[in-house]
Nanobody, 127 residues
């Protein structure tokens, strides 16, 4: 069981920056890989960034490469915080951003592969 709580969303002008945080807690967190998803109104939820559980390497959606950075503090057995630093924000980045977790050994990275979700945090970028 993993609990996820996001924070840091808000309203920002285009070109601005935000840092989102996801506080994860639960037993055996080392068994889980964390990712950031977002869902814009009327659109499907999409993976924005994730850190591979075995390698610790971050991967990004093409449209955010060079603008978003996912990082995390040193993973503890029961608590961990990951961040999504977002710069040069665009209106099309407007969405609810979700932190999610899945066992690191699962191969897929779709929404259905992630079994644990936070409540989401709204990011709104004005033009």
């Amino acid at each position: 069981q993993v609990q996820l709580v996001e924070s840091g969303g808000g309203l920002v002008q285009a070109g601005g920056s935000l840092i989102l945080a996801c506080a994860a807690s639960g037993r055996r967190l080392s068994d889980f890989e964390l990712g950031w998803f977002r869902q814009a109104p009327g659109k499907d939820r999409e993976l924005v960034a994730h850190i591979a559980g075995r390698t610790g390497v971050a991967s990004y959606k093409d449209s955010v490469k060079g603008r978003f950075i996912m990082s995390g503090d040193n993973a503890q057995s029961t608590e961990r915080t990951v961040y999504l630093q977002m710069v040069t924000l665009k209106p099309e980045d407007t969405a609810v951003y979700y932190c999610a977790a899945k066992p690191w050994w699962t191969v897929g990275s779709s929404v259905s592969d992630y079994g644990y979700w936070g409540q989401g945090t709204q990011v709104t970028v004005s033009s």
